[in-house]
Nanobody, 119 residues
Framework: QVQLVESGGGLVQPGGSLRLSCAGS????????MSWYRQAPGKERELVAA????????NYADSVKGRFTISRDNAKSTVYLQMNSLNPEDTAVYYC????????????WGQGTQVTVSS
């Protein structure tokens, strides 16, 4: 059974930091590109950051460049999102995504973790 379990969300003051984790199981984690998406109330889900299967390539949404860092530990089947200099516009539910293109698309989602930036 495929599972992606996010953790690390919560309430943080503007300017603060959080580290999200997403632990994968039930699939070959190291073969999958991993991404973090977020969805704020009333808005569409958007890509925040992505990392290649081996971790050698990353990309970020313009709104988080220089503040967020995505990384992964394939030995632990875990992907991370370090979020610094948070502002209220970062408030959203953050979702972990795993994707593999191998003949067809394999795509899995976590249940999401709430991040709220507020004073």
């Amino acid at each position: 059974q495929v599972q992606l379990v996010e953790s690390g969300g919560g309430l943080v003051q503007p300017g603060g930091s959080l580290r999200l984790s997403c632990a994968g199981s039930g699939f070959s984690f190291s073969n999958y590109a991993m991404s973090w998406y977020r969805q704020a109330p009333g808005k569409e889900r958007e890509l925040v950051a992505a990392i290649s299967s081996a971790g050698g390539s990353t990309n970020y949404a313009d709104s988080v460049k220089g503040r967020f860092t995505i990384s992964r530990d394939n030995a632990k089947s875990t992907v991370y999102l370090q979020m610094n200099s948070l502002n209220p516009e970062d408030t959203a539910v953050y979702y972990c995504n795993a994707e593999l293109l191998w003949g067809r698309k394999y795509n899995y989602w976590g249940q999401g973790t709430q991040v709220t930036v507020s004073s």
